[in-house]
């Protein structure tokens, strides 16, 4: 069964760019989440998806980042536009459906975006 | 405020020799606890889960934690380092559909 899969897994980009950053979950996992880990900080929350919809986009850090989660399969986070402390690793993580009850997630290896 | 924190940011440890990670959690009710590992070029793997039960959790790679609800602790032990283990390990605490991490610990493994 394949896992998570990211792309691309570095992104090098000046800043007022704009990047996609896309996330593959495990099929059939009903629920999607977007984690961000700026350099040596905690791991943070940006959204959570089930299916297409979305569930909880709290931790979205302004009007600059656009999810996106066509037909409830791949999803896509748009950065527009970058600025520096945009920077870090974004990671993507999926679950089924009773695993929104229990925590657990599967990662991706994550998206490292630089924004010079 | 919830959060997970991790006090050490980077560990070294000898070969052979045993290990223990910290995690402390600041809930209003016991949450779901986890330890994630991250590799080098690698995604987050779960190494162990606490939901309730037991306090002592046995996981992969020969990793345990212990859950102590009186210290609001979670901590990752490993009796004895293997050079593989060399990694970033992250502390987790799921509640009411609210997922927290702690920064990380760098683990190196001297030879």
């Known amino acids: 069964e394949a896992g998570v899969t990211q792309f691309p897994s570095h992104s090098v980009i000046e800043k007022g760019q704009t990047v996609t950053l896309r996330c593959d979950p495990i099929s059939g996992h009903d629920n999607l989440y977007w984690y961000r880990r700026v350099m040596g900080k905690e791991i943070k929350f940006l959204l959570h998806f089930v299916k297409e919809s979305k569930q909880d986009e709290s931790g979205m850090p302004n009007n600059r980042f656009l999810a996106e989660r066509t037909g409830g399969t791949y999803s896509t986070l748009k950065v527009q536009p970058a600025e520096l402390e945009d920077s870090g690793v974004y990671f993507c993580a999926s679950s089924p459906r009773q695993g929104a009850y229990t925590g657990e997630l599967f990662f991706g290896e994550g998206s490292r975006l630089t924004v010079l | 405020a919830q959060s997970v924190t991790q006090p050490d940011i980077h560990i070294t440890v000898s070969e052979g020799a045993s290990l223990e990670l910290r995690c402390n959690y600041s809930y209003g009710a016991t949450p779901y606890l986890f330890w994630y590992v991250q590799s080098p070029g690698q995604g987050l793997q779960l190494l162990l889960k606490y939901f309730s039960g037991d306090t002592l959790v046995q996981g992969i790679k020969g990793f345990e934690a212990e859950f102590k609800r009186s210290q609001s602790s979670f901590n990752l032990r490993k009796p004895s380092v293997h050079w593989s283990d060399a990694a970033e390990y992250f502390c987790?605490?799921?509640?009411?559909?609210?997922?927290?991490f702690g920064a990380g610990t760098r683990l190196t493994v001297k030879p």
């Open positions: 987790a605490a799921y509640n009411n559909n609210d997922m927290r």
